[in-house]
């Protein structure tokens, strides 16, 4: 089904059993926060993965999903769906003339100029009087799903972004196995020969950064609904790489390694809260660790020591 | 009172000065990147956190050792170097071999380790750094007043890169640098030491960031931010400068600098994303950037 191996099948159904009991055990805001990530972490795992395309600015669609989500669910009181498509539309919108300059570089140009890009986004939500500068824009309500079904406990709301996160794993999916995915992955091995194939490879990068920035945009749509509020820190550089190394620790190019980061990078976030910076530095070790010695990640190294691909 | 365009000449001027001076510093940061580029083929993201590591090393070299800003302007870029060459020996030597997108999240990762520990050491406001006694106080240029300190970084800052350009370009060592850039595995067989080359080469990199930073350190308060806020915006003058020439690198710093400058005189609102919007006309007229070969 939606081309899983079988492993990856039982992997999902796993996933889906976590998903439906884990809010007996767990916080269901905490576990709210896992999912926007791991979607998140999901869309960027899709150009890095998939296509080979290291973008180091995803946090400015996360952020501007963010913010149009908060502002049209608080000043137009659109209902909970309306104001995530948007915020996914306006990330889809950014990639489309981010992703169309980027692509004109490749390999560390494409980062910087992604990086670059981001940051002006980020400079113009300090000065946009929309987004309410340093305050954010807070107290954002949680409209009712389809103008009908309250969201205002945090279970029915967590069903919500359970849903909304299993639609965008399962996109994720379908792209990577559909023959669009599968030029994809070929552009990923060798540019060159696709382009030799006959296949417009700018073309086909460009429509997985739409498709990515438009996931990342819905991810930061759905946070914003749930926690009430968007700040200057979701479209930060920093956001961006809290969404790198879920998706390194969890293992770059595998289906459930960036869900699997984002749990433990969420979790371990919240266990080490009190310790101030050395958040950051945590971080950095691990970042620095994972590539050093440890480059496929949790879910890579599983899958590479059960001969699976996960 | 004189005007240009409806600005005062004043404001004109003082603007351009904090604009050279800007540039100064992304003309010597984007030196380094390419310099480290040409040679370690990585995008050196942690190359802000030694710029930053530079002003703190002429702090504490202040605070708990007495050594003052000349001393220091030689003693932080050496210890700063050192460091820089530990860094490549342990850690970024390993990634050669891999996709130099991996050296980009390593050198990430060293990024926020550094800005993590500095900011808990020492806080995250800044510290000042006093003007070291020689260059206090006002130089008449006849036709305005400069303070003495932001003359000296502008002409310290040209002097360093016009050394580096010379290093590179005239000197034995320069030319075996690119000879090993175009080809290194020809030059290894000539006996050249390029591993050493290049462990060097990255710890010159870190020294010209940690000399920027100790320049900056009177200027900007000292804090764990400073870095990351200068090398994203370098990031987008080396895109704009391309990587290919020395001289290149040090033209479009200062351009740009003195280009948000004049932003700030005549459109305060953009001078953030100035160099932002450079970028990506110069991404559509002329990919390779301005002094890059396709």
């Given at each position: 089904?939606?081309?899983?191996?079988?492993?990856?099948?039982?992997?999902?159904?796993?996933?889906?059993?976590?998903?439906?009991?884990?809010?007996?055990?767990?916080?269901?805001?905490?576990?709210?926060?896992?999912?926007?990530?791991?979607?998140?972490?999901?869309?960027?795992?899709?150009?890095?993965?998939?296509?080979?395309?290291?973008?180091?600015?995803?946090?400015?669609?996360?952020?501007?999903?963010?913010?149009?989500?908060?502002?049209?669910?608080?000043?137009?009181?659109?209902?909970?769906?309306?104001?995530?498509?948007?915020?996914?539309?306006?990330?889809?919108?950014?990639?489309?003339?981010?992703?169309?300059?980027?692509?004109?570089?490749?390999?560390?140009?494409?980062?910087?100029?992604?990086?670059?890009?981001?940051?002006?986004?980020?400079?113009?939500?300090?000065?946009?009087?929309?987004?309410?500068?340093?305050?954010?824009i807070q107290q954002v309500p949680r409209p009712p799903l389809f103008g009908a079904v309250s969201?205002?406990?945090?279970?029915?709301?967590?069903?919500?972004?359970?849903?909304?996160?299993?639609?965008?794993?399962?996109?994720?999916?379908?792209?990577?196995?559909?023959?669009?995915?599968?030029?994809?992955?070929?552009?990923?091995?060798?540019?060159?020969?696709?382009?030799?194939?006959?296949?417009?490879?700018?073309?086909?990068?460009?429509?997985?950064?739409?498709?990515?920035?438009?996931?990342?945009?819905?991810?930061?749509?759905?946070?914003?609904?749930?926690?009430?509020?968007?700040?200057?820190?979701?479209?930060?550089?920093?956001?961006?790489?809290?969404?790198?190394?879920?998706?390194?620790?969890?293992?770059?190019?595998?289906?459930?390694?960036?869900?699997?980061?984002?749990?433990?990078?969420?979790?371990?976030?919240?266990?080490?809260?009190?310790?101030?910076?050395?958040?950051?530095?945590t971080q950095g070790v691990i970042f620095v660790l994972c590539v050093v010695a440890f480059r496929?990640?949790?879910?890579?190294?599983?899958?590479?020591?059960?001969?699976?691909?996960? | 009172?004189?005007?240009?365009?409806?600005?005062?000449?004043?404001?004109?001027?003082?603007?351009?000065?904090?604009?050279?001076?800007?540039?100064?510093?992304?003309?010597?940061?984007?030196?380094?990147?390419?310099?480290?580029?040409?040679?370690?083929?990585?995008?050196?993201?942690?190359?802000?956190?030694?710029?930053?590591?530079?002003?703190?090393?002429?702090?504490?070299?202040?605070?708990?050792?007495?050594?003052?800003?000349?001393?220091?302007?030689?003693?932080?870029?050496?210890?700063?170097?050192?460091?820089?060459?530990?860094?490549?020996?342990?850690?970024?030597?390993?990634?050669?071999?891999?996709?130099?997108?991996?050296?980009?999240?390593?050198?990430?990762?060293?990024?926020?380790?550094?800005?993590?520990?500095?900011?808990?050491?020492?806080?995250?406001?800044?510290?000042?750094?006093?003007?070291?006694?020689?260059?206090?106080?006002?130089?008449?240029?006849?036709?305005?007043?400069?303070?003495?300190?932001?003359?000296?970084?502008?002409?310290?800052?040209?002097?360093?890169?016009?050394?580096?350009?010379?290093?590179?370009?005239?000197?034995?060592?320069?030319?075996?640098?690119?000879?090993?850039?175009?080809?290194?595995?020809?030059?290894?067989?000539?006996?050249?030491?390029?591993?050493?080359?290049?462990?060097?080469?990255?710890?010159?990199?870190?020294?010209?960031?940690?000399?920027?930073?100790?320049?900056?350190?009177?200027?900007?308060?000292?804090?764990?931010?400073?870095?990351?806020?200068?090398?994203?915006?370098?990031?987008?003058?080396?895109v704009i400068g391309g990587m290919g020439s020395i001289l290149g690198s040090i033209i479009t710093?200062?351009?740009?600098?003195?280009?948000?400058?004049?932003?700030?005189?005549?459109?305060?609102?953009?001078?953030?994303?100035?160099?932002?919007?450079?970028?990506?006309?110069?991404?559509?007229?002329?990919?390779?950037?301005?002094?890059?070969?396709?």
């Amino acid at each position: 089904m939606l081309g899983f191996t079988r492993a990856q099948a039982i992997g999902f159904v796993v996933m889906v059993a976590v998903i439906i009991i884990a809010p007996g055990v767990l916080y269901p805001v905490f576990l709210m926060k896992v999912l926007c990530f791991a979607l998140f972490a999901c869309a960027f795992n899709l150009l890095i993965g998939y296509v080979g395309l290291l973008s180091f600015g995803h946090a400015a669609y996360f952020g501007m999903g963010c913010y149009v989500a908060a502002w049209t669910a608080k000043n137009w009181g659109l209902s909970v769906e309306l104001s995530i498509l948007l915020g996914g539309l306006t990330g889809a919108g950014l990639g489309m003339v981010f992703g169309w300059l980027a692509i004109r570089r490749s390999g560390i140009y494409f980062a910087m100029i992604t990086l670059a890009l981001a940051q002006m986004v980020y400079f113009f939500c300090i000065q946009a009087p929309f987004t309410g500068g340093e305050d954010g824009i807070q107290q954002v309500p949680r409209p009712p799903l389809f103008g009908a079904v309250s969201l205002q406990s945090d279970m029915a709301m967590y069903w919500l972004v359970a849903g909304v996160f299993l639609l965008g794993f399962l996109l994720i999916h379908r792209i990577v196995h559909s023959p669009f995915g599968q030029v994809l992955k070929a552009i990923r091995e060798n540019e060159t020969r696709a382009t030799s194939l006959g296949y417009r490879t700018d073309d086909y990068k460009w429509v997985a950064f739409v498709l990515s920035t438009f996931l990342a945009g819905i991810a930061g749509g759905t946070k914003a609904l749930v926690f009430g509020i968007a700040t200057l820190t979701d479209v930060h550089w920093t956001m961006h790489g809290e969404v790198v190394l879920m998706s390194l620790v969890g293992g770059l190019g595998t289906v459930f390694g960036p869900v699997v980061g984002a749990l433990v990078l969420t979790a371990m976030e919240n266990y080490l809260a009190e310790f101030g910076s050395w958040v950051t530095v945590t971080q950095g070790v691990i970042f620095v660790l994972c590539v050093v010695a440890f480059r496929r990640g949790l879910i890579g190294e599983l899958g590479a020591a059960l001969k699976l691909n996960l | 009172m004189i005007m240009i365009f409806g600005k005062p000449l004043l404001l004109l001027y003082g603007q351009l000065t904090l604009g050279l001076i800007n540039g100064a510093f992304y003309a010597l940061l984007s030196l380094g990147l390419a310099v480290i580029f040409g040679l370690l083929n990585i995008i050196n993201f942690a190359h802000g956190a030694l710029f930053m590591l530079g002003a703190y090393v002429a702090w504490a070299l202040l605070e708990y050792l007495d050594i003052g800003y000349w001393p220091a302007l030689v003693l932080a870029p050496l210890i700063v170097g050192v460091f820089g060459v530990v860094l490549e020996k342990t850690l970024i030597q390993r990634l050669y071999k891999l996709d130099h997108l991996y050296g980009l999240l390593l050198t990430f990762g060293c990024a926020l380790i550094i800005e993590g520990l500095a900011r808990n050491e020492f806080g995250s406001s800044g510290m000042p750094y006093a003007i070291p006694e020689a260059l206090r106080g006002p130089l008449d240029l006849g036709f305005m007043m400069l303070p003495a300190y932001r003359a000296w970084v502008v002409v310290a800052a040209a002097g360093m890169c016009l050394l580096t350009w010379l290093v590179i370009e005239k000197t034995r060592l320069g030319s075996t640098l690119r000879a090993a850039t175009e080809n290194a595995k020809l030059v290894q067989a000539f006996g050249v030491n390029v591993p050493r080359l290049i462990t060097l080469t990255y710890g010159a990199g870190a020294a010209l960031a940690a000399f920027a930073g100790v320049l900056a350190a009177p200027i900007y308060s000292v804090n764990p931010g400073m870095g990351s806020n200068f090398i994203i915006s370098v990031f987008a003058v080396v895109v704009i400068g391309g990587m290919g020439s020395i001289l290149g690198s040090i033209i479009t710093g200062f351009g740009l600098g003195i280009l948000e400058g004049l932003t700030k005189v005549y459109y305060p609102e953009a001078s953030a994303t100035v160099i932002f919007v450079v970028m990506v006309i110069v991404l559509l007229a002329r990919p390779a950037g301005l002094f890059g070969k396709a």
